[in-house]
């Protein structure tokens, strides 16, 4: 690699410790019960690693193995590209929705969200 690669001089990430956050962000995931979200800001808190933007990152590039509808940005939208897909999951499950005044459906964050309690998984919302 010479200077004129973008990357010099930059380390490279460990492998081990991206593949130890992104199973503990999938493991969240997973654990998430029908019916009910978290924020990606929620599953960094629980994780205790992290933001918002790593969740994504995470989830973006493996979250298709998870429910991955259950993890949702702070405002209620399902993912850009995703809003049939998710929003047929969340009225299969049963997940709380509401309308916006411009008429798009969006998940009832305050009736939605899980806070992580009753599994025994480490971590607090």
Not at 10 to 30: G, H, K, W
Request: charge should be negative; glycine fraction near 12%; hydrophobic fraction near 35%.
């Amino acid at each position: 690699m010479d200077d004129a690669t973008p990357s010099a001089g930059i380390p490279a990430p460990d492998a081990a410790l991206l593949d130890e956050y992104a199973d503990r962000v999938l493991s969240v995931a997973e654990r998430i019960p029908p019916g009910q979200v978290m924020t990606y800001g929620d599953v960094a808190e629980f994780t205790g690693r992290g933001g918002p933007r790593q969740v994504g990152r995470v989830m973006a590039l493996y979250g298709s193995a998870v429910p991955w509808w259950r993890v949702v940005r702070a405002d209620g939208r399902p993912l850009p590209g995703h809003e049939r897909e998710a929003l047929e999951h969340y009225r299969t499950e049963g997940t709380p929705l509401r309308a916006t005044a411009a008429g798009e459906q969006r998940i009832d964050i305050r009736r939605a969200r899980w806070d992580g309690s009753g599994d025994g998984v480490e971590g607090h919302i």
